[in-house]
């Protein structure tokens, strides 16, 4: 069990539950996750004056390099769900802004989720968001997920219409998929894309990938240090590339705009498809 399950916000029988059915539906097949019994309710009311302080620490710290650094499908997307550093964010208010978009939600849960239930969000445009706050004494890194990484790192991109095809057409590949090396392909895809994705705009590269944006250290070290092999996007390269998440990433791929992302998404989906490698009758992918 994941310790964020202690946090205050999440300490409960329903959150308790939620992990479990996260656990039991990993195992079932595509079509027949329930997911509204792997979320659970947000309750602003339970935030502390410490929770707010840390958001709002990370947020201003973040934005300051951010306003040069971060992509405009960031920014732009920062805009669009009006996200500010007042208070830690509430997903309906959030959802308000977004799905009028993009038809993209962000849905409670408390915390990780085993991958085929986090897919099957994914499949329905919905992105799992984990609702906990880290420690202050953990401000810089947290080695799992919490509400700044999945709504500051994650959702201003879900406003994005390329962005927002990509993501449901990965979810629905991924949880269709029934090849071992395939479904390697799919995490390395997800990896150097989703959590550290670079981009070029304008001539300058930027940082989209949720583990850059939210990451002071690991945003620097990928746009400045000469350490860094930035390569262009290549599909199948990055599906042949093995990662380590224990240390600044040594390669990124640089995509040229979030189109050439989504089509080599959609490409790739019919690709598995053609050979046989997809659950078809589960598979009503945006490719088609």
């Known amino acids: 069990m994941s310790a964020s399950i202690f946090h205050h916000v999440i300490d409960s029988d329903e959150a ?9 539906q990993a195992t079932l097949p ?5 997911l509204a019994k792997m979320t659970i309710t947000q309750d602003a009311s339970k935030y502390r004056e410490v929770d707010h302080r840390v958001w709002r620490s990370v947020f201003d710290r973040r934005m300051e390099e951010l306003r040069e650094d971060g992509s405009s499908v960031f920014l732009r997307g920062m805009e669009t ?19 009028p978009m993009t038809g993209w939600r962000s ?3 408390p915390g990780y989720l085993p991958p085929r239930s986090f897919f099957a969000f994914l499949a329905e445009r919905r992105f799992p968001t984990t609702i906990s706050v ?8 947290l080695p ?6 999945d709504v500051f790192g994650h959702v201003p991109r879900h406003a994005d219409p390329a962005f927002a095809d990509f993501l449901q057409t990965f979810g629905r590949t991924a949880l269709a998929v029934d090849d071992h090396v395939a479904s390697e392909g799919l995490a390395r895809l997800f990896w150097f894309t989703v959590e550290f994705g670079l981009v070029r705009e304008a001539g ?30 290549d599909l199948d390269a990055i599906l042949a590339t093995d990662f380590e998440i ?13 189109g050439q992302l989504r089509d080599a998404m959609f490409g790739h989906a019919r690709d598995l498809h053609a050979r046989g490698l997809l659950q078809t009758a589960d598979l009503p992918f945006a490719a088609e």
């Open 134 to 141: 880290r420690p202050p004494e953990q401000i810089e890194y």
């Open 81 to 99: 769900i009006r996200l500010g550093n007042a208070k830690v964010p509430v997903l309906d208010e959030i959802n308000g802004y977004l799905e």
């Open 16 to 24: 308790q539950d939620a992990l479990s059915e996260g656990e039991r």
């Open 246 to 258: 224990d240390h600044f990433q040594p390669i990124l791929y640089v995509l040229e705009d979030f």
């Open 204 to 233: 300058d590269v930027k940082l989209y990938g949720a583990g850059l944006l939210s990451s002071p250290g690991e945003g620097r070290h990928a746009l400045r240090s000469a350490a860094v092999d930035r390569r262009p996007f």
């Open 144 to 149: 799992e997920p919490d509400i700044i990484h």
């Open 107 to 109: 849905v409670a849960v």
């Open 30 to 34: 595509a079509g027949s996750f329930q």
